[in-house]
């Protein structure tokens, strides 16, 4: 509702073209409005075709299904992340149509076929342990409406095999870097690229690894000034950011 | 040195127009030249108008000076950061145009006048103590070209000064929020806009703030999805990635 | 035994009344007493109506049973926390009346009709993943003979939830604030309330959040004055603590 | 503005008594003073008799005596915290009946005469060390109009001189207890009364204390179940709860 | 081999009663012995009645059985802590008159009467969860030889109980303190006694209790002077310990 | 007070020898007489020649001495730790006979020869820069009145000089081990020794070091029984309690 | 590709041999030659034997077999680390002679009988409880073509065990230390012998060795000067390392 | 003293050539020397020119002096690391001909022209502020007789530089990788060489690097096989480990 909306309503008033009490009803929403939370909330879904997204992690089967089966009288695509099997088994049963990828955890539903972006998010990462997060990251940057590229296993301890994707990862608009142990290949990518770099640490690794803490600190210290970083494993975040900075 | 110029060498061989020795040579140069690292480094610094960096903690004023003094032979804009007062008063005796931000310890030199973004960063800050991180990334915005925008002192604990400057935050293209103590205002503002935001926790704060690390681990954890986050006090990596992202 | 207590049994030495080994057993026993460390220990319980605490955790489920069978016997309420449900099978067995709250773990047993109090603890939480600390708090809230509301999911990250919710909030004599991840929501709410705040980080989260840590550093730095904080998880000592406070 | 005032002004629009513009005005206005931040803020200031608090740690000389100067324009106690001798020395040249309390490095300015609660506070530390967290934490309460007990120097490591005390800490309405090192004081306390107890670990101690956080641990882990804790050395924040606590 | 075997050989070398090669070979071995490491080794466990431990976790069943079957080759009584039940069931085959302590999961087998100290231990511990710890200790000094008296449940949440019990604790040579959470227990009954005094920290506890850290650092930061500290858990250490000083 | 002396104390109140008034007054004491506290800890002292000790770190010059001057009047031996020599020079004024080890940061005064013990306590150091933590065990166990034998420098990285040194320290009755870095020689000597071993960590070293965290988890996990540990660089309390050990 | 065939290559060129589209083509891939990536690491690998190395852990079995059946395709040597008995049963299906080491979870592939060093690698081992890791140790040095010897069991805890094989642990070129709890072993050899040491902490422990933290530090504290340090339970990269130094 | 040593010794003690007093005293001394620690301590240094280091820090001026004034009555080059300046003012004043390094800190005696070796150690340095401590793994290495390359500022946030410079890495026996913030150079450089690589995290860096521990971790965790690494700005140690394996 915006301010030509609310002048058209106290002309009606003034006209006596609505009464008072539904006037005042209109306006008593309106902080939530002026503010902008839930009603800029439901027009950004729309305008920019971003799903609404479901954390499964410490949610019952049934929980997850229920939210699934509100969701699916509206009209936007679906993501839940952190997804079991089982959650998807019962998921299906009231949407033959979804879809489950394993490695990244994640149950989609497309019910809308909105345009895809021409700029594409390259997703990088250094090992084959890290492919649950790359998934993740690619379903979530993919139901959001966005062209992806993948180059995975392209971790610094062989470096020769990064420069040749280079090209690939230099024509992005942004790039997500998911790497575990030492983390180092997004220090190295962001110093060849002149575009916003958002680092994945992941839990990959043992040891003085310390649950990811070390590629954490890595990243977050990292020489090259391009790089910011999200929480460890935290690949719906990455490509979440990503795809607004694609889109803008 | 693309794959013309190697077709065109290659041709001057066969016509023995140029002597194997001497191709060689060439052939020789060519990984780093395809690789592209320094040249392109050159060419990205006069396209996009970003100065050199100095990072003066760890170096001695003469150091600074020296390099300074190097860089003033060139046509590019010049950033110093963490710089002390008696570094600036050494630098301007051999420049005396040069700026001091005293609260934002940086010096900066302005060479060129290259145009301003239309678009515009907003750097938004809890508390006045984190004022230093503000100004350094304000400095670092500035001299990169970009417009910028502050809102300063508008931390949860009283936050409907934060929704005072909610329309000058949501007409940014990217913000930057620095906070210490925990950081929440990263999470708050994350859940009121739909632009990617770069989040900076700062030392400030005692006690069980271990020197930044409750504001790092509140702004990694954060439940808004859009954001990233930067080291500690690191107001230059936030701006610099907040320019890269406003120029794209 | 107070003062004329001493002073009566003196007297009966001195008239003949008591012979001094029986005065001095009596006198021997004064410390505790004088102390008052068991006594008055079983006098709060009658006076506030507090039900004996069980800490179910490390305990076998025949241990539980057994202190539970003892308690019977008294005319207290009774309050079980982290209890399996099959603690609660064998529980229901001796006491058929006993209530399981599966989400809160706890077996609640209650055998007196106390008063409820007028004033209201408020219980206000981030997200659904934080509803068993939500449940263990109520559970002690109300076993302990207050009026309490629940506010769930009322996370920063969409906080006009929060604002649709406040005069509840503000309505009541003490808050409690349940939030894992970065828990932000203590700092929003003790920016916004007039009440004692007690704040419980939960584990809820994946990566930097380190078990709650995260949510634990948040809320000890948090630039509101009126927070103080719990143990992560520990809905029992908030509510217990709010109770305190409720009924001051 | 409630209801009452909203359906006014719509039938004076209704009625041609005021202009669509001005109208517009104030219900642009209306959200802020329906979620009534500002102005409650300002309320409470009122009715409470809460003074302004001023962080002076991470401010110059002259902004604290910028922000006093102000404050002295209203009819507020004014309290300042972290503040250094230098500053006060300033203050007082503005403000001759200033007060500075060295040891709890607070200046404190009596504007009103507020009315002191019947109820008390109880203070109690563990050792000498812990007094200038004690004195910020007097201080505090004082100037919000508190009655206070400090009880001093009654550490776990010679517990008799506790038991001495106990009668004026159990007969407080809420007790803070300030304890370094292995803050065993707090437990002990909290097993023994029956009011809110509010700890403060202090960074008293060297070795395996790591500044504070073998007693924040301690506090948080505390066996008895009446205890909250504060930031370490957070005095202030004690003294803040307690006082809302003291009052309700 | 002390100085006067030395000289009888050399004697019996000069007088060839025995052969230079013969004579050489037990120079040989003179370091060892000299330094006393594994002959006083053996000395040491006749002499004190020492049996040797197995830790039994990280070992298989078969290891176990092993080592106690050679073991019970030897006079010496014999003890294997964290043990599992199944490792019981299979010692038992091979020696039936060995005896399992469930909760401090330890084998003990009795080959010896050695004479029981007059002086005794004291075992002290603060929470039912601490039994565990407790009991390796209890079964480690018993077969160690010494008089024990438990003392168990007595933490500073209801200080009383520990009062009544004393004298008993001062009555012992040496005290173990076993207690979890914030681990206070051993600070007040520091502060209680004038012998030797042994903590251990126990992983008793939940949340920011970081598995017993809190505990540990609470100990090691005792303001009690006679506070010395093992690792978490480590009943048998603290035991072993106490065994030693209860013997001089 | 013993239970003669309050016998006593009721025949003459029996026999009119004493007014009720004053009896009240002295069983009005008891209580802490009869928990032992106060007096117990006077016939401490008076019996084990113990000391007063002063902690002076975070005290100020002026209550250093106060303190001394009133512990003059009794006839004491006085110890006081971490010490500044300002401190020292202050306290000689008013007592010339004082001693100070600038090492060991101690001032020492010797009121009463007491008995040294001929049992001795060795104290043995890795480097030369855990020499001030030696000083303060040393000037400790001295004023307590132990023969003390100190074995310097003799960390495992040369092994053989341990060796040397060998005699003196199985000689001892109890063996405090100081060292820093990685804290092995606890666990070397902890191997080579049959007496109770207190081990003290050092703040000696740099980097990974982490202000002695590292010599204090290496001396908890030494896979050596029979060794404790104090606080890091807490010499005063190895040598306290080592001092109960060799007096038992 | 060395100077040589690029010679040729211009040559042929030159020559009309070769056409220049197929002369394109393999100066192409030329960069990556130059710097030796790709290629450099198969000549690495014929010329010094070592294998393909197959990091299992976060695979599953079918990734496994997969890698390996292409693997078997090449005349190399086959390490796995980290298998699982499952994997190893699969892959036996499809190569026979493939060994496994189940206390070292390695399933090796013996494809060329290389040569086997003169020289010898030492891993010397503290308890029984490293034995995991002194396995994958030996694994790898093994199939890499060293002579290596074992000493385990030779923890400080008794100390002569080392000195008898002291002897065999000089003699090495290289010596790996394996060792859990506080880790001493390394600074003790390393003060005994001239040869490089590589220190591998292994997770043994419990409390507050924090999965292998207390002997990492221990490690990279160690006061003897030749110790450097691979990552917690890292087996495999100790020997890797190792035998890279034996090969000089 | 070797086996030869002892038969003459004896055969002596036979033919009544040495008293057996004599005898006694010398197979007395035994141990040590079969142990073989002074002796070939003492052996080692004549033998490999390894000069005697003395680590400054925590040391008086007077100590140092005292220390190089003895040494230099050998015949030994000297070593002083983390040596101020004031140190070397004073060394030079009983050593004209001492040298000093005033960024690494270290005075550096040349007593003996021993002679270099044809392999090198390659010092490979990230940025500009790890300087300090390449100097002292530079003179380190110097001093024990290596001939050094050092190739600094070739961090990864510009990695062509490096590439610039991998002909010289290559070539040496040995590479000591220096590097502070993420510490990722170490990573990228062991992908690339076939030669052993020691890593030192160095403290360079401000917030998430607390102290160097990004780095630290982040080699420790490095995804490259042959890194091993040492403390943090430990440019002694790594040099030390250098020279041991460059003299191989």
Do not use: W
């Amino acid at each position: 509702m915006n301010n030509e909306d609310i002048k058209k309503l106290l002309e009606s008033v003034k006209n006596n073209e609505i009464e008072i009490d539904k006037a005042m009803k209109v306006i008593e929403d309106l902080p939530y409005k002026e503010l902008g939370f839930a009603k800029i909330d439901n027009h950004r879904e729309l305008r920019v075709g971003y799903p609404e997204v479901i954390y499964c992690a410490g949610k019952t089967i049934e929980q997850v299904v229920k939210i699934i089966e509100f969701m699916l009288t509206k009209n936007n695509n679906i993501l839940a992340t952190r997804a079991t099997k089982e959650m998807y088994e019962e998921v299906k049963k009231i949407c033959p149509e979804a879809n489950y990828n394993e490695l990244g955890r994640t149950i989609t539903i497309k019910k809308r076929s909105d345009k895809t972006t021409n700029s594409y998010i390259a997703i990088v990462s250094a090992g084959t342990s890290d492919l649950p997060v790359v998934e993740e990251a690619f379903e979530t940057a993919k139901i959001l409406g966005n062209r992806v590229e993948k180059i995975t296993d392209v971790g610094v301890a062989g470096i020769h095999r990064l420069f040749s994707s280079l090209d690939v990862i230099r024509g992005a608009k942004v790039v997500i870097v998911v790497a575990g142990m030492e983390g180092a290949l997004a220090s190295v990518i962001g110093g060849l690229i002149d575009k916003p770099l958002i680092a994945v640490p992941t839990s990959v690794g043992y040891g003085a690894n310390f649950g990811g803490l070390s590629a954490l600190l890595c990243m977050l210290n990292s020489c090259s000034s391009g790089v910011s970083v999200v929480n460890i494993d935290n690949g719906f975040g990455a490509a979440y950011n990503a795809s607004i900075i694609n889109k803008l």
